[in-house]
């Protein structure tokens, strides 16, 4: 069974600070991989995700991942946070063996200070 | 488009009443889920659907059943509410083919609370 693993669960950063948040998959087959960001109080949407093709994918608001098989790893970048990226994010990863029924990590909550 | 909607936004129950989330989407979407979030834990898969007539179960099915009578309906059931069911209910949809293209689109959650 495939299984999704977010390494950071707590990040406090300043305004224009780097962002990297680790996401790990344990699958070895095919996979589509995909962020969302849930907002304080609001529901999940989709940040980027990626299916095929180039695997450097930029998504909305200046976020882009890079997927890297080798390492089983999905990781997310933003390369100068603002104080409105503070919500929590959540690695999520589908497989031909799960039916392409998503997993989703436990998420990561990034506390961003102005 | 409404996209995902979902009835009610917060509801509180007594232990051992029953309730009915509802989830209706107007995409055409094949593939329904739903998932409780609670703190910390991440989103964790209740049941789900890959089409009219079609429903099978998730992480944490216990305690809850489901129906899928219609491509767009996917109400969630309650039923002798328990404390541990206190969470954060969302229903989501994707289109989903055998490429595995399946972005999911999420409703704005139910929060319940069961006393």
């Known amino acids: 069974a495939q299984s999704v693993s977010q390494h950071n669960h707590h990040v406090i950063l300043s305004e224009a600070a780097s962002l990297e948040l680790g996401c790990n998959y344990s699958y070895g087959g095919t996979v589509n991989l995909f962020w969302y960001v849930q907002y304080p109080g609001q529901h999940l949407q989709l940040l980027l995700k990626y299916f095929s093709g180039d695997p450097l994918v930029k998504g909305i608001k200046g976020f882009e991942a890079e997927f890297i098989k080798s390492k089983f790893s999905f990781n997310l970048r933003k390369p100068s946070v603002q104080w409105s990226d503070t919500a929590e994010y959540f690695c999520a990863v589908s497989t031909s063996g799960g039916s392409y029924i998503p997993t989703f990590g436990r998420g990561t909550s990034l506390i961003v200070h102005p | 488009n409404a996209g995902v909607t979902q009835t009610p936004k917060f509801r509180i129950l007594k232990i051992g009443q029953s309730m009915t989330l509802q989830c209706t989407q107007d995409?055409?979407?094949?593939?329904m889920y739903w998932y409780r979030q609670d703190p910390g834990m991440g989103l964790k898969l209740i049941y789900y659907s890959v089409g009219a007539g079609i429903t099978d179960k998730g992480e944490v099915p216990n305690g809850y059943n489901v129906s899928r009578s219609t491509t767009e309906d996917f109400p969630l059931r309650l039923e002798l509410a328990a404390p541990s069911q206190t969470s954060v209910y969302f229903c989501a949809s994707s289109y989903s083919m055998a490429g595995g293209y399946n972005e999911q689109f999420f409703g704005p959650g139910t929060r319940l609370t069961v006393l």
């Open positions: 995409m055409n979407h094949n593939y």
